[in-house]
């Protein structure tokens, strides 16, 4: 009975002044909605980050070519060096205990042509470990074989968003595309991945053919830009790492004529790992942001029942004098603050939710708004309600009855 009529006391009192409640729950409102804004930022890049980890895979390592020095003309144009070869693929399978699979590929930005159609493209020349160290997956036909690398063959698989651009919804398996004048069959379409090794561009516009074809027929090349590897143990990524440098500088000579290492080993997992702990820096300066907003909110509300005190030290007195007791008066005053907290917050995720979802629509920003995300903005306006809540409720209660009678 006490808690409903405190109720019925608190509602009357801020219905009583309906445009003074309604700036003070604004407040709380946008504090609340840029908490959850920011926080759905934060948590869609995580989820975003951790899906391009588990794409990547925790058990590859990438062996790429290095940056060649710079050539002593004024041109700037980047260049790598040409000594990764299809034989240090094999002789890292070899010679190191830890790896599983290796798959040595290069590519080159190409044109692939339909008919009429066109499309840049990746043209990707690998063996077929690659896609089981890749982890893509057929969406439809088949994969190349140890055949065809080993015949030459001009077969090849196109990714989703190339088969999807030059194709539409008719079925890519049996066509055949051209690469300049080079035709190829296309035997396979891979599902949509849609991260590339570095964690950059979309990897679905790819068209992935046998090593040989690609280094006799397309690219006229010896040499290979990367070796992906698989690591027969997730906690064998440090020991194959050493033993990947140490092999590939023997077979490169590179102690004996006292140079770098002319490549560079990579792991991608960790390079992702690094990214997330950038996040959580930036999940610490939007916090702080967010709660300099909570805190102007509670300004408000600790302004407004500071006021309502003041106004109402005669009904606090009155009721004190014909039996309430000063925990009555405490929890009436804390209702209201909590209400304003509440309604407040209610705004505040709604509006939060819509702005989240807007900017997770119109920018390149990811944003999940989640069961955790909603309980963290609700919590956070009924904690901005109690707390500053709180020292008015406390002044309320330690009211003199006699005084507060006395009071204009």
């Keep these: 009975m006490r808690v ?43 989820e975003e980050i951790l899906a391009r980890i588990g794409a990547l895979g925790r058990d ?10 710079p ?7 980047a260049r790598k060096v040409t000594t990764l070869t299809v034989a240090d693929a094999e002789a890292l399978l ?22 009429r159609k066109s499309a840049a493209a990746t043209l990707r020349a690998t063996t077929p470990e690659w896609r089981e160290i890749r982890d893509f997956r057929l969406a439809d036909g088949r994969f190349f074989t140890h055949g065809d690398d080993a015949a030459g063959a001009r077969v090849g698989v196109l990714g989703a968003l190339l088969a999807e651009t030059l194709f539409g919804d008719d079925r890519a398996v049996g066509r055949v595309v051209y690469v300049g004048l080079v035709p190829i069959e296309v035997v396979g379409v891979l599902e949509a991945k849609g991260v590339t090794v570095d964690g950059g561009s979309a990897e679905d516009d790819q068209l992935v053919v046998p090593l040989s074809t690609g280094l006799r027929r397309l690219l006229n090349a010896d040499e290979v830009g990367m070796i992906y590897v698989q690591v027969a143990a997730p906690e064998l990524m ?6 990947i440098a140490a092999v590939l500088r023997e077979r490169h000579r590179l102690a004996e004529l006292a140079r770098p290492d002319d490549f560079v080993v990579q792991n991608q997992a960790v390079l992702l790992e690094a990214e997330l702990e950038t996040l959580s820096t930036f999940r610490a300066v939007t916090g702080a942001l967010a709660g300099v907003a909570l805190l ?10 500071q006021l309502a005190v003041r106004e109402r030290t005669s009904e606090i007195g009155l009721r004190v004098a014909v039996g309430a007791r000063r925990r009555d008066v405490r929890a009436q005053f804390l209702g209201e603050a909590l209400a304003l907290g509440a309604g407040g917050g ?23 708004v989640t069961p955790g995300v909603i309980a963290l903005a609700a919590g956070s306006a009924l904690a901005v309600g109690v707390v500053f809540g709180l020292t008015p409720a406390m002044r309320a209660a330690r009211l003199d009855p006699i005084e507060a009678l006395g009071a204009e």
Aim: proline share 3%; glycine share 12%.
């Design 4 to 46: 409903a009529r405190n109720l019925r006391l608190s509602w009357a009192a801020l219905t009583r002044h309906p445009l003074r409640t309604a700036l003070s729950m604004t407040g709380t409102a946008a504090g609340v909605g840029m908490v959850l804004v920011m926080v759905a930022a934060s948590a869609g890049a995580r």
């Design 60 to 69: 590859m390592l990438v062996v790429a070519a290095a940056d060649a020095p």
């Design 71 to 77: 050539p002593r003309s004024r041109s700037r144009t």
């Design 94 to 115: 070899e010679r190191s205990g830890a790896l599983k699979l290796a798959a040595p590929s290069t590519d080159k930005g190409v044109v692939v042509r339909f008919g």
């Design 238 to 243: 440090e020991d194959a790492a050493g033993e």
């Design 296 to 305: 102007v909110g509670g300004v408000g509300i600790l302004a407004v029942m």
């Design 346 to 368: 209610g705004v505040g995720i709604a509006l939060g939710w819509a702005a989240a979802l807007v900017v997770g629509r119109t920018t390149q920003w990811s944003t999940a």
